[in-house]
């Protein structure tokens, strides 16, 4: 941005008597003022960057602006530079112009955005959260937990996975399992592999240790898969557990048949939990030919994904809850600590490749817990279409996701159901005019028992009254 498109917002800003999205204002008379930061790091945060007007004053409580110019331009520059390059966590570059404004000496100092994988830029001495500030409107204000987590998600600073694992040790790594992970990966490539060839670069090239303020630690990516012991001994990893519950009927309010809380290294969690659910689900059996083929009432390929993947993706910086998994009699739903990550929706979710956990995946894939990048989800839709059973649901919350697998009993629904089922998914609601319009030839008698089947059924609920009336997921 150069200095005439910059004098121009200053001009305009004063000229509606405002601060504006892109211009904040402030009072240079005493030198920097303490809250600079607070605009440096809001303006990092906004697309495009943004301008601080130093020798202008805005005053909100007689809705004017007051121009008061600075004469200390040289310590103006001084402080600042000393502020973006020692005290904020992403060294700014900002751009000075010296403007005269009613024949006022003006500083006006363009901040840059900081590029998304250094995000968030927050002041040091504040620390997280408290130090990281967005612009909201025209005022700067502190970041939530959920606008921070979704910067973090994108950030190389903030792999979560690639931090230290603390209050451990190379020692609490087991050679073994890396040698085996060394193993199926020579495998592939016809190259040899022996424990003497274990060292610390190869682990640092490989994401499961790294130097940490000069001590050689495995990461938490490493610890939590390649532990001799289980992660979970360790009171600061308490919280990995996966939370499994079998429930008798459709609700939480119905008996416990089976509980489990599953412990151990990733790939030992993946491994139990998909055991949990096998063997609390039913299972048919029949005659083909000569063979005996029993069958599961979801398909396991579906649930193998859906369980990896929680373990895999799930937000490890939240240990406030746990994974759970809960298997009613007519479905199973999987909740995971975490939202999506950033650039991923419930829309693009079949599509979309953006790993939360870059080394965790990389390192279960290398040991095949984990499809090509990008099919799981796709394997789920395609495994459940070929049992006759419904397509996945998928809730995203701003601090959790869940997978709902439906089963046999929520699944039995004729043709024109289906429809309607598949357009309430995707359109988060339904309405008989809806309906209407997406089944030719149908009457509004017909449709209207449609859905008040699928009502009974448990499958969707409806909201409002009358004409007014819309039906939403029951889940």
Not at 196 to 220: C, M, R, V, W, Y
Not at 284 to 302: F, H, L, M, Q
Not at 403 to 418: A, D, F, H, Y
Not at 453 to 472: C, D, F, P, T
Request: charged fraction near 30%; charge should be neutral.
């Amino acid at each position: 941005m150069d200095k005439q498109e910059i004098q121009k917002l200053i001009e305009e800003a004063i000229k509606h008597k405002t601060e504006t999205n892109s211009v904040e204002f402030k009072d240079a008379r005493g030198g920097l003022p303490k809250s600079a930061w607070k605009s440096i790091s809001a303006f990092s945060h906004r697309p495009g960057g943004g301008i601080i007007a130093f020798g202008i004053v805005e005053d909100k409580e007689k809705n004017e602006i007051r121009i008061m110019g600075t004469d200390m331009l040289d310590n103006l520059q001084e402080k600042i530079g000393d502020l973006v390059n020692d005290e904020m966590s992403f060294i700014i570059r900002p751009n000075y112009h010296i403007l005269e404004i009613e024949e006022k000496t003006i500083l006006a100092v363009f901040i840059p955005e900081c590029p998304d994988q250094f995000k968030p830029c927050y002041y040091k001495p504040a620390g997280m959260p408290n130090g990281a500030y967005i612009r909201d409107g025209n005022t700067d204000r502190k970041m939530t937990d959920d606008e921070m987590r979704s910067l973090i998600d994108n950030s190389k600073k903030f792999k979560f996975d690639i931090t230290v694992a603390e209050e451990t040790s190379l020692e609490d790594l087991s050679k073994e399992k890396i040698l085996e992970l060394l193993i199926k990966s020579g495998e592939r490539t016809k190259r040899h592999s022996s424990l003497d060839e274990i060292n610390f670069e190869l682990l640092k090239n490989l994401g499961i240790a790294d130097n940490f303020n000069g001590s050689q630690k495995p990461t938490l990516a490493g610890f939590l898969i390649f532990a001799k012991d289980k992660p979970q001994s360790k009171q600061q990893f308490s919280r990995y557990v996966i939370r499994c519950v079998k429930y008798q009927g459709s609700n939480v309010a119905t008996d416990i048949i089976d509980n489990m809380d599953i412990k151990g290294t990733l790939d030992e969690q993946i491994d139990d939990m998909q055991k949990f659910v096998l063997r609390n689900i039913r299972k048919s059996a029949e005659i083909i030919g000569t063979k005996r083929i029993e069958r599961y009432e979801y398909p396991e390929k579906a649930i193998r994904e859906v369980v990896a993947n929680a373990v895999i993706h799930r937000d490890y910086k939240i240990t406030e809850t746990y994974t759970q998994i809960n298997i009613f009699a007519d479905r199973i739903e999987v909740f995971n600590p975490g939202c999506l990550p950033l650039g991923v929706t419930i829309e693009n979710i079949k599509d979309a490749q953006v790993s939360r956990n870059e080394i965790i995946a990389a390192r279960l894939k290398e040991l095949d817990y984990l499809e090509e990048y990008g099919r799981g989800i796709d394997i789920v839709f395609n495994e459940m279409q070929k049992w006759n059973l419904l397509p996945p649901i998928f809730k995203n919350t701003s601090n959790s996701f869940k997978v709902i697998l439906l089963g046999e009993k929520l699944s039995k629904l004729n043709e024109r159901q289906i429809k309607i089922w598949e357009y309430l998914v995707e359109n988060k609601t339904v309405t008989v005019k809806n309906c209407d319009d997406l089944l030719s030839n149908v009457s509004r008698r017909a449709i209207n028992n449609y859905l008040s089947r699928m009502e009974k059924m448990g499958l969707i609920k409806s909201q409002g009254e009358s004409i007014n009336r819309y039906y939403v997921s029951a889940f």
